[in-house]
C-alpha cells in the first residue's frame, strides 16, 4: 500500500492561487492513477480531479474546470493539484488518493492525511 503525504494548503484571498502536493511512496507510484478530493465543514467528501498512471488522461468536477490542472511527476512519486481563480467555496480539506484505478479510488485507494485549504472573500 503506497503511503500518501499531502503539503502546500494554506490561506489565501479569492482570486489567489496554490499549488498542492502529494507526495508517494513505494516504487509503484508510476502504476497507480491518483485522485484529489476535498471535504468542506459539514459536507461531505466530493470529487476534484484525477489523473492516470501515465498523465494521459484528466478529469475535473465541473466546479473546479478551467480553473484546477492536476499533473504527476513519476519521477518524483509526486502529484500535484494547481489551483487558480480560487473562490471562498474551494475552501475544504484536500486529500490525495492513489489506486489501481480511478473509478475505484474512493473505494480502493490509499489516502493522505489531508492538506487545509482557505480561501478568504
Known amino acids: 500500500q503506497v503511503q500518501l503525504v499531502e503539503s502546500g494548503g494554506g490561506l489565501v484571498q479569492a482570486g489567489g492561487s496554490l499549488r498542492l502536493s502529494c507526495a508517494a511512496s513505494?516504487?509503484?507510484?508510476?502504476?497507480?492513477?491518483m485522485g484529489w478530493f476535498r471535504q468542506a465543514p459539514g459536507k461531505e467528501r466530493e470529487f476534484v480531479a484525477a489523473?492516470?498512471?501515465?498523465?494521459?488522461?484528466?478529469y475535473y468536477a465541473d466546479s473546479v474546470k478551467g480553473r484546477f490542472t492536476i499533473s504527476r511527476d513519476n519521477a518524483k512519486y509526486t502529484v500535484y493539484l494547481q489551483m487558480n481563480s480560487l473562490k471562498p467555496e474551494d475552501t475544504a480539506i484536500y486529500y490525495c488518493?492513489?489506486?489501481?484505478?480511478?473509478?475505484?479510488?474512493?473505494?480502493?485507494?490509499?489516502w493522505g492525511q489531508g492538506t487545509q485549504v482557505t480561501v478568504s472573500s
Open positions: 513505494g516504487r509503484t507510484f508510476s502504476s497507480y492513477a
Open positions: 489523473i492516470s498512471w501515465s498523465g494521459g488522461n484528466t
Open positions: 488518493a492513489a489506486g489501481p484505478a480511478i473509478a475505484t479510488l474512493t473505494s480502493d485507494g490509499s
